[in-house]
């Protein structure tokens, strides 16, 4: 779509507007562009089957604009009557509904096997990794995403990292988390504000349990709430230089 606009502004808007203002337009374009590619590149590598059946589709979406234009021409040029051209023109409607959808990005989350690549639940029978399957819910983390941030309150929601890493931003220095590490349970134990940012670095999958669900599983799993707690202090100790 960004390459059509481009071509637009070249075709048409350039008379109108004279041209400078093409010009710039064209660059902004130019630029837009750029980024959307980089990102459908960085995801093909990330999820090639995705991002190979991305590409079919906006092959599929060009081809059918290219037959839906020769329908078109045909019918105008009276090679085909009216009738055979509005049958033509709903079976196509219908590719094309079809064709625009997106494909759905299975992200490999199976929910149980996430679960089970975060320490802290090892301990825990198949019952317990089902009730805790139940309760989160599996989400993609993108590079920079902003997940807590530091100062907010009401946000009661815990993180785990079922793969990739974060920063939480603490004074000195950031310190990373990684695959199996969980983050955000300060301020369910303590009812303080959040108490550092904490964002995305690469991509990853996260499970995200709502506060009233953590709340209710750590009294249900006395030895999970331990570790929980035990992290807490050792993270609460950090920040205050002990
Ligand atoms: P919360 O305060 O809810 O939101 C920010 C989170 O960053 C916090 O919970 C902890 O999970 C995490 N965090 C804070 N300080 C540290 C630290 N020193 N090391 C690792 N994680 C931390």
């Given at each position: 779509a960004l390459r059509e606009l481009r071509a637009f502004t070249e075709a048409s808007l350039r008379p109108l507007l004279g041209e400078t203002i093409a010009l710039e337009l064209d660059r902004a374009l130019a630029g837009r562009l750029e980024l959307a590619e980089t990102a459908l590149a960085a995801l093909k590598l990330q999820y090639p089957d995705y991002g190979r059946r991305l590409e079919a589709r906006y092959l599929e979406r060009a081809a059918l604009r290219m037959e839906d234009a020769a329908y078109r021409r045909l019918f105008a040029e009276s090679v085909i009557g009216r009738e055979v051209f509005n049958s033509l023109m709903r079976d196509l409607r219908a590719r094309q509904r079809e064709a625009d959808r997106e494909p759905r990005?299975?992200?490999?989350?199976?929910v149980d096997d996430l679960v089970r690549r975060v320490p802290l639940f090892a301990a825990i029978d198949e019952a317990g990794i089902r009730e805790i399957a139940g309760l989160v819910k599996p989400r993609l983390g993108v590079p920079g995403e902003l997940l807590v941030k530091r100062g907010t309150r009401g946000d009661r929601r815990m993180f785990f990292i079922a793969s990739g890493a974060v920063e939480v931003d603490v004074p000195p220095k950031p310190v990373r988390l990684g695959t199996g590490d969980f983050f955000g349970e300060l301020a369910l134990l303590?009812?303080?504000?959040?108490?550092a940012d904490v964002t995305m670095i690469g991509y990853g999958k996260l499970l995200v349990l709502e506060g009233r669900d953590f709340h209710r599983f750590l009294r249900a799993h006395p030895d999970v709430r331990e570790r929980v707690h035990e992290v807490a202090r050792a993270r609460q100790g950090i920040r205050r230089g002990a």
């Open positions: 990005l299975d992200l490999g989350m199976e303590t009812r303080q504000p959040r108490n």
